[in-house]
Every structure is written in C-alpha cells, then in structure tokens.
C-alpha cells in the first residue's frame, strides 16, 4: 500500500471540512472537539482515522482505537473508515462500545485477575442490572431493602477494587460480589465486566504496556456521556502513555446526566490530559431553517450562545417545523396516519426516513399509534429491541448473505457478505478475494437450491450454513465480541427467533428480511435512544407536562433533551401536543403544558415554527 506524504493529504470523498477540524485530524497531540449536532464529530473521527492509516502516523504495526456507547455507532465509525480509506488499512483500525472493549480485554486477560475475582469461562452477562438486587436479598436482605433499587445498583460498582470491608454495606458488597462471581458460571452486569477488566489493567504491567503498546491513537465519540466507571477505566488504559487521545462531544446534548454521565468529564479530561480544545461550528444535516431554530432554543433555552452555521449549500428557506395541537389521542392517529401516507405515497420518501420519537414510555405515548399504523397497512416498530441486535457484524452478514441468496439483484449485499468473509481469513491477497468470490457464489447457489425459506424450520439450517461457511473458529478470532460462546451463541439464536416472527406466511423471505432489517418500516424510539441517528422527518410525539414529568427537577437536562429531537431531522420536525392522552392504566388523562411552558413558548416565539389546531 502506497503511503502520502502528510502534506499531500486531502480529505476522502472530496468533503469540505472547517479549518478546525482540519488541524484536529493533521496536528499531533491529545484534542477535545466539542460543537454542536450535525457539525460532523463522527465524520471527524473517521477522516482523521484515514489520514492516520494513510499517512502511517498510525506508525505499522500500531493500531487506533475507536470507542463509542451504541453498538450500532460503533459499527458505522468502522464502516465509515473502510469506505474512507480502504479495506486493508482499516484492517488496523478497531470500532467498539465502551461495553465491547472492557469485555475484550477481560475475556483476553481473565487468568491474571487474583483468585478472589476469578470468573469463571464461559462467565453469563446480565443484561438486566436489576438482578443485582436478588443477590442482595440472599445475601444481607436488612441491607437489600434499606437501599432504594437505583442507590444499591450504583453502590455496587462504585468502588475500584481492591474493595473494603469497613462497614455493613462493604461486606454486603464483598459477599454480593463472591457470590456473582463463584456462581456456575460466575454472572456478571457490563458495569462489573468494566471493573474487573480495569483492575486487570491497573494491577498488571505487562498487560497494561501491552495495550499501550497496540494503540498509538485512541478516539471517544459521544464524549459528553462517559460515566465515571468508563472515564476511570479509559485512564487506567492510556494515562501516561504515548497515546494520542481525540475525544468529540456535545455540552448541548448532555442527556445522560440520569444515567450516571459525569458532569465535569470534558474540564477534568482537559485538565488531566492538557488536551487542546477546538470547537466547530457548521451544521450539515439539519436544513438552515431548522438550523436557525436550534439557533434560537441554544440561545433562549439553554442560555448558550455557541451558535452553528447552516451548510451554504442549501437554500435558506429549506427546512419544516410544525406544532401540531390536537383534541385527542385518536384523532392524533388519524391525522398522523393521513399525512405519514401521504409523505410516503406521494411525495416518495420512504417509511425509514420517518422516525417517531417520544421522550416519556414509549408504550404510553405511541403504543396504540404503532398498534393503529400496523391496522392501516403502515409498518411501524420500536427500534430499540432490535437496534443492538441488527447493529452487529455478524447479523449484517446473515441479513445481506439472505438478500443474497433469494434477491439476486443485491450487489451491495454481496460487497458487505465478501468483506465480512475476508476479514476472517489472514490471507489477503487479491487473489484469495477472487477464489473467495467465486466460493461464496457456488455456496448461495447451493443453499438456493438445498432450502425453501418459506418453511420456518429451514431458517435455522440456512443459518447454520452460513455459521460453517464462514467458520465458526475464524468468526471468533476475527470478531472478539465473539469470543465468548454464550454470547455468540444468543446472537445466532436472537436473529433465527426474530427472523422467524417477521415470516408471513405467502409473502416469502426477502419481505421477511426486508421488515427484520427495518426496510419501509417507521422506526420509533425515545429520544435517548436516537442519540446520532438522523432522519428526513422526526415526528415528536406528546410535547406534554406528563411526558417531562422530571421537568421540575432537572429543566436544563430536559432542555437539551428536547434539543437531541429536534436536531435529528434533516428538513423537517413535527411535534404534537394532545389535550387528552390515555395514561398507563388505561385512564385518559387531560394533558396540559404549564410546567414545560419555556418550551413551547420559546418554539412559538421563534417565529419559524407553523403552529396549527387540526
Ligand atoms: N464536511 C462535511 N461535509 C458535508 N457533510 C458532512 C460533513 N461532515 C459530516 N457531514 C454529514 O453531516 C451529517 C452529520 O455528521 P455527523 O454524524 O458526523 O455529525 P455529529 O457531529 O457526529 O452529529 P451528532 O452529534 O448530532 O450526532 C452526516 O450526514 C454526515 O454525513
């Protein structure tokens, strides 16, 4: 591979960037961007990741570490620097969530922890947090219910190891822990998995040199929402290493704040770190007008004057925003049902660029809207239940490898099945691609032949196929969130299941694929979980008191929520407001908005806002 020289750089795909973010990706040095939505934070990463691959900055055989908080972020961040800068250099650069990297590591080094924390192999990972407070219970139940469920989950990974025994609370603690550990298999949340692995690194040198031995350039995304276990964990990997660390954010999209996030992360990791700090101040998603919007809410809402620039590409009239107040619930549906038809079958655009978001429980604010959309032939699902899921390589590979095989006319299919295949073989060459190519082909035509997908229990062959194809061994070394069995194993089982629920029987199993993978299907989800996801129109639905019930307590955290929804959309925004609203008892309750008046009025005083009673 041909190196350039760092002056001959330019950046790929001919995108312009900000001078600022230009010397973030050139310069050496530990960085802190912060700037606002759609300023191009991620794209940031991926272009500075190609220019140090493609420059050798990233000097051979070293490699950059990327780490984000959602797997499906994670996931693009890797793809996005292929497509930058080529298969065989980004072979070095890793893309994983703060979650994926604690278990690596752990999974790596497991044997070096004392034998008080052993865990066992095939260790099980509880995905709810929740089931802590059983342990509890067995263990020191006067303890259990003295502690309110979120302060005893907290409590328990507070502390870095070693932990103590002073008081009641540690011992409970110390014996909760043993016995999590000593369970056949040893059970253990991601926040443990991240303690442990950060005890491996902290107490063992050769580990710890090792790892700051691999990666000479480390990034964070979504810097805004390290907790204090991740930040802990992070400097106990890189501080005081010649590392390079970029981290990017947001203080406007600081939502996370209920969920642990550290407040002070950016000023302590600026002061402990020295890291230079840059701002940016374009928008390029959002159209101008919706640009001047968030213009205004930074300035009247969340008292900021960082102010973003529309791209000069666009009109300055483009852009939609409507206040759409309603009587009631149903005829929210009706009138939603109509213009979402109407959106789709006339003006073209498809079903996943319109994304409905809520900030309250999402079955209370659209579970009828979702149940009310399937009835009139409009396919709408919560998102998150599958957004993990669908966001792994591995499922990538099942969903287009099926595209392949029973929708011939998939070519990117077959590019994101190939390049999934060669990243499990060593071997690189051109001409073991081609022989590749030619064996994935004579393989789907042989699973064409073999199965009818139609009949559900073929599913499970097929995929069983596709797992031999590629090779169980090869998938575990290439992708080391498969390591671990159990979990390779829930992947496989979780896709057949959930493919299995989208067969309608006559439709065949491209419509199947088609609905699994979220294609023409109105992807709906809390705001939290839209967190750098982007999408033509944003449908906000229940701009109501109830729905910011924390309003009185944290206003700040839910201004910036209210800005995460807005600064999704690309040209359009739609938030409703309805007088009546059935809560989640069954009971209609009148919805009012007194306590988030701040809000509406600084929409309805911004003078861009269509504000309509339908
Ligand atoms: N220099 C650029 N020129 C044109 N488009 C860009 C540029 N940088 C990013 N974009 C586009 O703008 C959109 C937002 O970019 P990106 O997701 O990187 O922003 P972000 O700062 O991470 O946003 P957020 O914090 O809101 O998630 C994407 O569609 C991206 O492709």
């Known amino acids: 591979m041909r190196r350039i020289k760092a002056t001959d750089w330019v950046p790929a795909d001919g995108l312009r960037l900000e001078q600022a973010a230009i010397d973030v990706i050139t310069q050496a040095g530990h960085f802190l961007v912060v700037a606002g939505p759609g300023a191009g934070k991620t794209e940031l990463l991926a272009q500075k990741a190609a220019f140090l691959l493609q420059t050798n900055q990233c000097q051979y055989p070293r490699r950059i570490l990327a780490i984000s908080f959602k797997r499906d972020a994670s996931y693009n961040l890797k793809d996005r620097v292929r497509l930058r800068c080529g298969k065989e250099l980004s072979l070095r650069f890793d893309s994983w969530t703060f979650d994926t990297f604690a278990k690596l590591l752990l999974d790596h ?75 056949t ?84 990791y600026q002061k402990e770190l020295q890291a230079i700090l840059k701002t940016l101040k374009m928008n390029f998603r959002c159209a101008p007008r919706l640009v001047a919007l968030l213009n205004y809410l930074t300035e009247h809402l969340l008292g900021k004057t960082d102010f973003a620039e529309p791209d000069s590409r666009k009109p300055l009239d483009e852009g939609e925003c409507f206040l759409w107040n309603y009587s009631s619930e149903k005829a929210e549906m009706a009138s939603l049902l109509k213009q979402v038809k109407y ?35 409009l396919a709408a699902r919560d998102e998150s239940l599958l957004q993990d899921l669908i966001g792994q390589e591995l499922v990538q590979y099942f969903i287009h490898a099926f595209y392949v095989i029973y929708d011939e006319r998939s070519g990117e299919s077959k590019r994101i099945c190939l390049s999934f295949l060669a990243n499990t073989s060593t071997e690189m060459t051109d001409e073991h ?125 839910d201004n910036c929520t209210f800005f995460v929804a807005l600064s999704r959309a690309k040209q359009r925004v739609v938030f409703t407001f309805s007088q009546s609203r059935t809560d989640g008892y069954g009971n209609i309750r009148i919805q009012k908005v007194s306590a988030i008046k701040e809000i509406v009025d600084t929409l309805t005083q911004s003078g861009l806002v269509d504000v309509a009673d339908m």
Request: charged share 25%; net charge positive.
């Open 185 to 268: 298999p040893s059970k253990l949340t991601f926040k443990m998995i991240m303690r442990l692995a950060e005890y491996i690194i902290r107490s063992n040198e050769p580990v710890r040199s090792f790892l700051r031995q691999t990666y000479s350039h480390v990034f964070l995304d979504e810097f805004q929402d390290a907790t204090s276990i991740q930040y802990e964990f992070f400097k106990s990997c890189f501080w005081g290493s010649d590392c390079q660390v970029t981290a990017v954010g947001d203080d406007k999209q600081r939502i996370m704040l209920w969920a642990g996030a550290k407040e002070t992360v950016f000023e302590d």
């Open 343 to 377: 959106w789709i079958e006339i003006d073209g655009l498809k079903a996943n660029e319109i994304c409905i978001l809520v900030k309250g429980s999402l079955q209370t604010y659209v579970g009828n809207l979702i149940a009310y959309f399937q009835k009139n032939g």
């Open 433 to 557: 691609l081609l022989s590749l190519e030619k064996s994935f082909y004579k393989f789907t035509r042989k699973v064409r032949e073999t199965y009818k997908p139609s009949k559900k229990s073929e599913i499970d062959l097929i995929v069983k196929e596709l797992i031999e194809f590629a090779g169980r061994s090869r998938i575990k070394n290439a992708y080391p969130i498969y390591t671990n069995d159990t979990f390779l194993d829930l992947t496989i089982t979780q896709f057949i299941q959930e493919l299995k629920l989208t067969v309608v029987p006559g439709q065949g199993i491209v419509r199947a694929i088609q609905r699994f993978a979220g294609e023409n299907t109105i992807p709906v989800m809390t705001v939290h979980k839209s967190k750098g996801l982007e999408y033509h129109t944003v449908i906000f639905v229940g701009l109501e008191d109830r729905a910011f019930w924390t309003y009185k307590n944290q206003a700040s955290e």
């Open 109 to 183: 080094f497991r044997n070096q922890l004392p034998h008080d924390l052993k865990v066992s192999k095939d260790y099980q990972v509880l995905l709810n947090e929740k089931t802590i407070l059983d342990y509890y219970e067995g263990v020191d139940r006067d303890f259990r219910f003295q502690n309110q469920d979120t302060k005893l989950m907290s409590f328990h990974t507070h502390s870095a190891f070693p932990l103590h025994s002073n008081s009641k609370g540690d011992i409970a603690r110390v014996n909760t822990w043993r016995q999590m550990l000593g369970s």
